[in-house]
């Protein structure tokens, strides 16, 4: 067994598999429901489905109570570390996402793709281009031997600008497709699936280490918490293909034809930072990470806006979601690169 497989959770080897039987499960629990399963789909309250977010916030709560944001102060021990991968989540990371979008959406595949169609997948591409990593990157930061406080302060910073970037890239480039942004949908996607349990993690953290220490809120608390994550996520991944069942039987292809482009942007985006960084002479304790944050995404959210702005049943969401499929093997595979390359 390799070193990644050792060091990594069962839930985390084995994610594809799990995703892959998520896929399969929710497109029966489409076809056998019909259209009763709408009446989900229709709990709203503005324009955030009730279920939807319940489960998102499942999933975020988890991640976002291991950060801890007093490390911050530390960053300047790393500066150069620091700047290369934020310049590459927020400068540039979101336009290769959008041009290898454009590229193969609208024009290489356009022979397989109704505009409309073609549309929407630009459209969630571009929200997972727009979103780096927040969760999983600890995972590949540990597996690649990555210097865990600059991890740390690499997320918590992330998620400052997320909270002020997010909203304004996505809305320059969603419009640059053509499609009507609702602005305030935006907004309350953000609050709702960031803001909260962004807040409630910091409080939930300083509240429960103070009460019980942080080898009890480490060794107890956060291994009860990884089971709820991983339910959740699961949970969302069904009910998606379920309303996403009757597109999926009717054109497989599909769900290849996302993969494409959302694979040869992590790729691309993993190199061109590792490469940068190399000629930085950064550490690659320091590198690797960084590599890792801007080569993944924050699928979380990207489905969550997906999800407000353009509904269950759109091509964005069901783009996001394939987003969610082919990460853990890519990141895998650059996992495997980067300890290959370790100086």
Known sequence: MSTESEKMGFFERYLTIWVAACIVGGILVGHLTG????????????????????LVWLMIYPMMVQIDFSSIKDVGKNPKGLALTLAINWAIKPFTMAFFAWLFFDNIFSPFLEADIAQQYIAGAILLGAAPCTAMVFVWSYLTDGDPEY??????????????????????????????????????????????????????????????????????????????????????????FAFQGSRILASPR????????????????????????RNMKLPHCILSPGSMIG??????????????????????????????LIEVPVMLHLVRIANRWKY
């Open 35 to 54: 259209d009763s399963i709408a009446v989900l789909s229709d709990l709203n309250i503005a324009t955030v489905n009730l279920p939807v977010a319940v």
């Open 254 to 277: 599909d769900i290849v034809l996302i993969a494409v482009p959302l694979a040869i942007q992590t790729y691309f985006i993993f190199f061109l930072a590792w490469f940068i960084g």
């Open 151 to 240: 991890t740390l302060v690499q997320v918590s910073i992330n998620d400052l600008i997320l909270l002020v970037a997010f909203i304004p890239i996505v809305k320059l480039l969603l419009g640059v497709t053509d499609i009507a942004i609702p602005y305030d949908a935006l907004i309350t996607s953000v609050v709702v699936f960031v803001v909260i349990p962004l807040v409630a993690g910091f409080l939930s953290n300083k509240i429960l280490i103070r009460s019980f220490g942080e080898t009890w809120f480490k060794e107890k608390f956060l291994p009860i918490l990884k089971p709820v994550s991983i339910a959740a996520l699961l949970t969302t991944l069904v009910l998606l």
């Open 295 to 324: 080569a993944s995404n924050f699928f979380e959210l990207a489905v969550a806006v997906a999800i407000a702005l353009f509904g269950l049943n759109s091509g964005a969401a069901l783009a996001t979601v394939v987003g969610v």
